[in-house]
């Protein structure tokens, strides 16, 4: 069974870090991309940061680019979202996702129970 | 960065209705669209991966459709089971952007 356990949310002030993890199971962690996609409170999804399998290419959504670092140890396999300068619109569920094809960007058929991150003074 | 617009916003429609909705990429993107459904409080579920390939388990009444810059999801016979919001997501190239959404009521 295909598990992903996000952990590291929490209230962090503007301008603080947090790192989220995102723990992988149930399936060949280092053939799949992985992804994290954010929703805040009462709004729509937003597709944050993608990582590739093997060589660790890194991609991002343009108001996280040079805050938002993302990576993956595919001994442990676990995926990882660093994130510093949180801003106050930061705030949302985010949510480590896995694509339903391996080696590539496909439609999401597994996603994490989400991790709140409240970015407040 | 290809842009999602999906339409309408919301729709209220009756059991039994035919309800449509519609996506549409600022630049082309072959096939490479999924669907999903989110249930309040709930992760969003795919229902449609490769613009009109149903994932398994997914009820037949759900079809997708379109290629390019146009895509659609019909649901066939509206249930009160389906009520949830809706989501296109372009994975052409990154980032990989999500629609806006459309919330679909019973009337």
Redesign the interface.
């Known amino acids: 069974e295909v598990q992903l356990l996000e952990s590291g949310g929490g209230l962090v002030q503007p301008g603080g870090s947090l790192r989220l993890s995102c723990a992988a199971s149930g399936f060949t962690f280092r053939s799949y991309y992985m992804i994290w996609v954010r929703q805040a409170p009462g709004k729509g999804l937003e597709w944050v940061s993608g990582i590739s399998n093997s060589d660790g290419s890194a991609y991002y959504e343009d108001s996280v680019k040079g805050r938002f670092t993302i990576s993956r140890d595919n001994s442990k396999n676990t995926v990882y979202l660093q994130m510093n300068s949180l801003r106050t619109e930061d705030t949302a569920v985010y949510y480590c996702a896995k694509p339903m094809a391996t080696f590539g960007w496909y439609g999401i058929n597994y996603w994490g129970q989400g991790t709140l991150v409240t970015v407040s003074s | ?1 290809i842009q999602m617009t999906q339409s309408p916003s919301s729709l209220s429609a009756s059991v039994g209705d035919r309800v449509t909705i519609t996506c549409r990429a600022s630049q082309a993107i072959t096939h ?1 669209l ?1 669907w ?1 459904q ?1 249930k309040p409080g709930t ?2 579920k ?1 229902l ?3 613009a009109s390939t149903l ?1 398994s388990g997914v009820p037949s009444r759900f079809s997708g459709s379109g290629s390019g810059t146009d895509f659609t999801l019909t649901i066939s016979s509206l249930q009160p089971e389906d009520v949830a ?1 809706y ?1 296109c ?1 372009n ?11 459309t919330k679909v009521e019973i009337k």
């Open positions: 960065d490479y999924a999903y989110q992760v969003p795919l449609i991966y490769a994932q919001t989501y997501q994975y052409h190239s990154v980032p990989l952007t999500f629609g806006g959404g």
